[in-house]
């Protein structure tokens, strides 16, 4: 069949070939879309756990409220403390801290439910968003953290 | 093309002339109609405590209109946005005498008027813009319902209670005029105009 067929304004969309053609057209897209759904973006799994349970406390854009919630959007707490933030997420915090010169000596409650993927999701997300450049987690690196935490929880020292 | 222009120019001029004037805001809640004369609900006499240990009353707020919400400290849901939407108002009203803000804590064991007064502190608002306060149990939980809000205990809510993030608007007669949802932002604007109109209708210049 030659390609031009397909352009031929006296052909008209119903003709059996052109039928055929559209057919064969939306069932590829649709295969398309289908498989990209398949590899969830994985910032945007972070971002809808963002806003489920941390936007209520550090508010949507991440700025935090006052001098009773850390800013998470531009805090210099993330990249130092890269490596206990996984923890933060599932046990809390209860702590005197210093994020961006201002201390804070409040508590935020974990979120137990959170599985290993879904926190290097959020965690991704929010090292990632509203200009903060922190790089990535792997998977590999935050359940590895995850668990000297749990061992720790479990002495008693955490 | 000439006629339907003419025809445009009617109907623009048309909508502009059922363009209403200023807003009036209705008076909230379920009205009784006694010998004639309509009743309207209206907030109870009440008495707390705010984060001075002053007492603070209906009287507090004689000639002026306020905003009332229900909250608590270490609420792990709504009151972080709800006081951050607060915060905004009060930001806007805070040298206007006219209007003042009424937190009441529901987590009458923990929040303290030591506990309060470093809240307000921290959130860096204090009076006569915006008062928070604590008092009898029963009498927190009462009035709630008297401002059309939420305030339940339950161990198994999130930090233990259950309540609304509403944030309502009080005139100087008592009467519920406006209310929003304290935790949405565009609801929150749209509050902000209702308390201009009520500003306007009841208080005047300042």
């Not at chain 1, 991440?62 to 130092?80: F, N, R, V």
């Not at chain 1, 965690?123 to 953290?145: C, D, K, P």
């Not at chain 2, 209206?42 to 209906?58: A, G, H």
Request: proline share 5%; with cysteine.
């Amino acid at each position: 069949m030659p390609k031009t067929w397909f352009y031929n304004h006296e052909v008209t969309l119903s003709h059996p070939v052109i039928r055929a053609n559209i057919f064969f057209n939306t069932f590829l897209l649709t295969a398309i879309i289908g498989l990209s759904a398949c590899e969830p973006n994985t910032f945007q799994e972070g971002e809808r756990l963002y806003k489920a349970q941390c936007a209520n406390c550090h508010m949507d854009d991440g700025i935090g409220l006052s001098a009773l919630i850390p800013p998470i959007a531009g805090s210099d707490y993330l990249p130092a403390n890269r490596d206990i933030l996984p923890c933060i997420i599932r046990y809390g915090l209860k702590d005197t801290i210093v994020v961006n010169g201002k201390t804070y000596a409040e508590i935020m409650p974990g979120v137990a439910k959170l599985t290993d993927v879904q926190i290097t999701n959020l965690l991704n997300f929010i090292n990632n968003s509203w200009g903060n450049q922190n790089g990535l987690y792997r998977l590999e690196e935050v359940q590895a953290t995850l668990e000297e935490c749990r061992l720790q929880v479990q002495r008693g020292e955490r | 093309m000439k006629y339907f222009l003419f025809l445009l120019t009617i109907l623009a001029a048309l909508a502009a002339c059922t363009q209403p004037g200023p807003r009036s805001l209705p008076i909230l809640g379920e009205r009784d109609v006694v010998n004639g004369d309509t009743i309207y609900p209206t907030i109870p006499d009440f008495s707390f405590v705010d984060q001075d240990s002053q007492v603070v009353t209906n009287a507090t707020f004689k000639d002026k209109i306020y905003m009332v919400d229900f909250f608590f400290i270490h609420c792990p849901t709504i009151c972080p946005k709800v006081k951050a939407n607060g915060l905004r108002i009060y930001q806007k009203y805070k040298n206007d005498n006219r209007l003042a803000i009424l937190s009441h804590s529901i987590d009458v064991k923990n929040d303290t008027v030591a506990a309060l007064k470093r809240h307000a502190e921290k959130l860096g608002i204090g009076k006569p813009g915006w008062y928070l306060v604590t008092g009898d149990h029963d009498a927190i939980y009462s009035i709630a319902d008297d401002y059309f809000s939420v305030a339940i205990e339950n161990p198994d809510a999130p930090g233990g209670f259950d309540h609304s993030g509403r944030i309502i608007l009080v005139d100087k007669n008592r009467h519920v005029r406006s209310f929003c949802d304290g935790t949405d932002a565009a609801d929150v604007d749209r509050f902000m105009q209702d308390i201009d109109i009520l500003l306007a209708e009841e208080i005047g210049e300042k």
